[in-house]
Nanobody
Framework: VQLQASGGGLVQAGGSLRLSCAASGRSLRFYAMGWFRQAPGKERELVGVIGWGGSTDYADSVKGRFAISRDNAKNTVNLQMNSLKAEDTAVYYC????????????????WGKGTLVTVSS
């Protein structure tokens, strides 16, 4: 599976961005999909996960502001980010895991290249 995240850019604090993750090579239908981010000088962290059935889990730092959705017909997963804060600045990655629990732990089978999100304060 090849994954490619897109949609990053520069946005003012309080604004919104929508990231997309497109897959090729295999259907994502039965994969748990995760979004992760890595800020400068920090370790990569989980943003949220969506199961193949649509269940979701989010990091406390983004709950109520971010939402993950998936479109199995288009083989894509999206991350809607609202009320962005300066601390959301990071490179965002999408990834796929065969097990939901593994995704929550960050143990992914496939990783895509990241897309940079910069939030100006």
């Amino acid at each position: 599976v090849q994954l490619q995240a897109s949609g990053g850019g520069l946005v003012q604090a309080g604004g919104s961005l929508r990231l997309s993750c497109a897959a090729s090579g295999r259907s994502l239908r039965f994969y748990a999909m995760g979004w992760f981010r890595q800020a400068p000088g920090k370790e990569r962290e989980l943003v949220g996960v969506i199961g193949w059935g649509g269940s979701t889990d989010y990091a406390d730092s983004v709950k109520g502001r971010f939402a993950i959705s998936r479109d199995n017909a288009k083989n894509t997963v999206n991350l809607q980010m609202n009320s962005l804060k300066a601390e959301d600045t990071a490179v965002y990655y999408c990834a796929a895991a065969s097990q939901y629990v593994a995704a929550l732990k960050g143990t992914m089978d496939y990783w895509g290249k990241g897309t940079l999100v910069t939030v100006s304060s």
